[in-house]
T-cell receptor, first 114, second 115 residues
Framework: NAGVTQTPKFRVLKTGQSMTLLCAQD?????MYWYRQDPGMGLRLIHY???????AKGEVPDGYNVSRLKKQNFLLGLESAAPSQTSVYFC?????????????FGSGTRLTVV | AQKITQTQPGMFVQEKEAVTLDCTYD???????LFWYKQPSSGEMIFLIY??????QNATEGRYSLNFQKARKSANLVISASQLGDSAMYFC????????????FGKGTMLLVSP
């Protein structure tokens, strides 16, 4: 019962370095999302995907890129990390875009940019 | 655009007492869903309860109930008989029917349960 798996769980980057966060789900969900969580800010949507090969911008997309080449995977990339991208990143998936469908979340990735 | 407002940054409650966490929402959509999630100190996001905009009765899940007042646009979470394990961050969220809807979250309320 893996659900949504995020790797890595922790990472420290230097300013300017790049990295990719991987999200994998085994529930055959069409919809996948990347959020960031900062103290006092709740969860804010970075990018999302409504199916394989599709991506769309969320509320805070600047500095991030995403790809969904396979239905089960949703990658979040930071091309040139900045201290402002220090955050906890959550991936989530959903079977449908219907209003009664919530998300299944991954366990999060804690990223620190120094 | 959708907005969720949680006005209580932190709440304290004694064990075995009931507590209400406030949530108000703003949307022009008539069809929407309201969710509450719990985030313990371990960090995972745990789904608690769901209420649909057309549901006539308030949702309940064990010790959790959702006090849904549509005219006031409020969806407060009520936890009865608080337990120490209820200490966590609680997020209210909303999903509307229009477009490729995504969950919009509030800023959260930190609940601390004392013995």
């Amino acid at each position: 019962n893996a659900g949504v798996t995020q790797t890595p769980k922790f990472r420290v980057l230097k300013t300017g370095q790049s990295m990719t966060l991987l999200c994998a789900q085994d529930m055959n969900h069409e919809y996948m999302y990347w959020y960031r969580q900062d103290p006092g800010m709740g969860l804010r949507l970075i990018h999302y995907s409504v199916g394989e090969g599709t991506t769309a911008k969320g509320e805070v997309p600047d500095g991030y890129n995403v790809s969904r080449l396979k239905k089960q995977n949703f990658l979040l990339g930071l091309e040139s990390a900045a201290p402002s991208q220090t955050s906890v990143y959550f991936c989530a998936s959903s079977r449908s875009a219907g209003t009664s469908y919530g998300y299944t979340f991954g366990s999060g990735t804690r990223l620190t940019v120094v | 655009a959708q907005k969720i407002t949680q006005t209580q940054p932190g709440m304290f409650v004694q064990e075995k007492e009931a507590v209400t966490l406030d949530c108000t929402y703003d949307t022009s959509d008539q069809s929407y869903g309201l969710f509450w999630y719990k985030q313990p100190s371990s960090g995972e996001m745990i789904f608690l309860i769901y209420q649909g905009s057309y549901d006539e009765q308030n949702a309940t899940e064990g010790r959790y109930s959702l006090n849904f007042q549509k005219a006031r646009k409020s969806a407060n979470l009520v936890i009865s008989a608080s337990q120490l394990g209820d200490s966590a961050m609680y997020f209210c969220a909303m999903r509307v029917a229009s477009g490729y809807s995504t969950l919009t979250f509030g800023k959260g309320t930190m609940l601390l349960v004392s013995p």
